[in-house]
């Protein structure tokens, strides 16, 4: 089971964090990422923000470097995602997601949350 918690409201340049447990995924046996889903744009698909690989490196979208932070917490099997100076087109649905690989989109991710919505007002 993968649960997403952590999302709500803020203003733009605040800051979130998104937890997400996942308590049979963790370990470096797989790949954890979250991805985000914008209202309206369903044609586009979920995009995937940050993610940790098998090998423990991490990867982060080009839009959310330096104000994203992806770490995980493998004794209490939790994947966080800090969210700092957040803006307004940050506004989604997100979702945490694992995978036995690390692809950038969401084929291959075999496990998927039901999503926190982050709603960020300006």
């Known amino acids: 089971q993968v649960v997403e918690s952590g999302g709500g409201s803020v203003q733009a340049g605040g800051s979130q964090r998104l937890s997400c447990a996942a308590s049979e995924y963790t370990g470096s046996s797989y790949c954890m990422g979250w991805f985000r889903q914008v209202a309206g744009k369903e044609d586009k698909g979920r995009e995937r923000v940050a993610a940790i690989d098998i090998d423990a490196s991490i990867w982060y979208a080009d839009d959310v470097k330096g104000r994203f932070t992806i770490s995980q917490d493998n004794d209490k099997n939790t994947l966080y995602l800090q969210m700092n100076n957040l803006k307004p087109e940050d506004t989604a649905t997100y979702y945490c997601?694992?995978?036995?690989?690390?692809?950038?989109?969401?084929?291959?991710?075999?496990?998927w949350g039901q999503g926190t919505q982050v709603t960020v007002s300006s």
């Open positions: 997601a694992i995978s036995p690989m690390c692809p950038i989109t969401t084929m291959g991710y075999n496990y």
